[in-house]
């Protein structure tokens, strides 16, 4: 186990709602990072935050958005939601922003219907 | 814009058997490579490789990098069934830790 917790576990929304995913980080790391998990794919990269700020973004609308708190944990929010949002939304912890090394939340799947 | 590909995209093999899982990748700003192990949700962490020709080994995995042919294996000895898992490769890229995954490779370990 990493010590990324994540909440929560499973979610089912419908077409147009927003949602927010949370993520707590391993003790001592202050960077998070966001995955989307699609079916059968590997994670692609949505954002990641350090120190509270943003630290680069992947390819991914300005609907999806994101928090850092000072305790490094974090949320992902994702507004007017899609079908194609349906996906396992996975946080990453690492050491600082230059650590490759990121550990893994057990991720939270939303459905959206 | 980098990529990672994957192969085989998915593999069966008995218990037992020695497998070769093949990463390769094309990068503008190479920091280094990573392994993972999926088997539910959240990847595990295998390795991290960030200079050509020298091996990594954990038990009856091990991985090794070529940067000059931009490629990594990572081969698992002696499988057994709880190998059984997507195997995800990773570039880390840039001056964020950005990871840019490929698609995995399933393997399905049978008795």
């Known amino acids: 186990e990493t010590g990324v917790t994540q909440s929560p576990t499973h979610l089912i929304k419908t077409r147009g709602q927003q949602v927010t995913l949370r993520c707590s980080s391993q003790?001592?790391?202050?960077?998070v990072s966001w995955y989307q998990q699609a079916l059968g794919q590997g994670p692609q990269f949505i954002f990641q935050?350090?120190?509270?700020?943003?630290?680069g973004r992947g390819n991914f609308p300005p609907r999806f958005s994101g928090l850092q708190f000072p305790n490094y944990s974090s949320e992902l929010n994702v507004n007017a939601l899609e079908l194609d949002d349906s996906a396992l939304y996975l946080c990453?912890?690492?050491?600082?922003?230059?650590?490759?090394?990121?550990?893994f939340g057990p991720g939270t799947r939303l459905l959206v219907l | 814009e980098d990529k990672v590909v994957q192969s085989p995209l998915s593999l069966v093999v008995h218990e037992g058997d020695t497998v070769t899982l093949n990463c390769s990748y094309e990068?503008?700003?190479?920091?280094?490579l990573l392994w993972y192990k999926q088997e539910k949700k959240a990847p595990t962490f295998l390795f991290m490789l960030?200079?050509?020709?020298i091996e990594k080994k954990s038990g009856r995995l091990s991985s090794i990098l070529d940067k000059k042919e931009l490629f990594s294996i990572l081969n698992i000895t002696a499988t057994q069934t709880g190998d059984s898992a997507v195997y995800l490769c990773?570039?880390?890229?840039?001056?964020?830790?950005?990871?840019?995954f490929g698609t995995g490779t399933r393997l399905q370990v049978t008795l």
């Open positions: 990453a912890s690492s050491l600082d922003r230059r650590g490759e090394t990121q550990y």
């Open positions: 003790s001592g790391h202050n960077t």
């Open positions: 935050y350090y120190r509270e700020e943003e630290n």
């Open positions: 990068v503008t700003n190479f920091r280094s």
């Open positions: 960030t200079s050509s020709g």
């Open positions: 990773a570039l880390g890229t840039g001056t964020a830790s950005k990871l840019t």
